[in-house]
């Protein structure tokens, strides 16, 4: 006897606008646009935008935490950080205990051309929220973390 399979909608069923990585891809598509130009003056890319990002609140983390909390692959990683340490905006430490590991910290140029850009990523992610209140804002985020935690393949 053949077992029943689920009753899984299509995608035109749902559609796109409730589609819920189709929306996830378009705000951020939407976001990284809105600071293209920005991030062109100062000569970043959205991976090394990401990476002193990251870098900036996280001190010395290894290459793999950083690809991940960037949210950038491995090998783009790699030319994000040759290119960020040839301008001398972030320095690599190999661990003192495994020196297969590196550490990844933000030196005092990459923070202030992180600190350059700051502001124009905190007034696109401002405009992201217009017209929403705090509390919806904040339940927001709350179920964005709990999406994190069910998708996630890594403890961070």
């Known amino acids: 006897m053949s077992e029943k399979k689920p009753n899984v909608p299509k995608l035109g069923e749902i559609g796109l606008q409730n589609f819920a990585p189709y929306l996830m891809n378009r705000i951020m598509g939407r976001y990284n646009a809105s600071l293209y ?8 890319t959205t991976p090394k935008m990401r990476t002193l990002a ?14 991940i909390y960037a949210v950038v692959e491995q090998s783009t990683l790699s030319r994000t950080l040759d290119k960020l340490e040839e301008d001398q905006q972030i320095r690599r430490e190999t661990d003192r205990d495994d020196s297969r590991a ?3 910290f933000i030196t ?3 923070r202030a051309t992180f600190e350059r850009i700051w ?4 007034k696109s992610y401002e405009n992201m929220f ?5 509390d919806e804002r904040n339940a927001f985020v709350a179920t964005l973390q709990k999406l994190l935690q069910n ?3 890594h403890d961070i």
């Open 54 to 67: 990251v870098l900036s609140v996280i001190d010395g983390p290894l290459i793999r935490e950083l690809a």
């Open 102 to 104: 590196t550490h990844v």
């Open 108 to 110: 005092a140029d990459g």
């Open 151 to 153: 998708v996630r393949h």
């Open 130 to 134: 217009k017209g929403i209140t705090l």
């Open 119 to 122: 502001p124009k990523m905190a």
């Open 37 to 44: 130009s920005d991030l062109l003056e100062i000569r970043l």
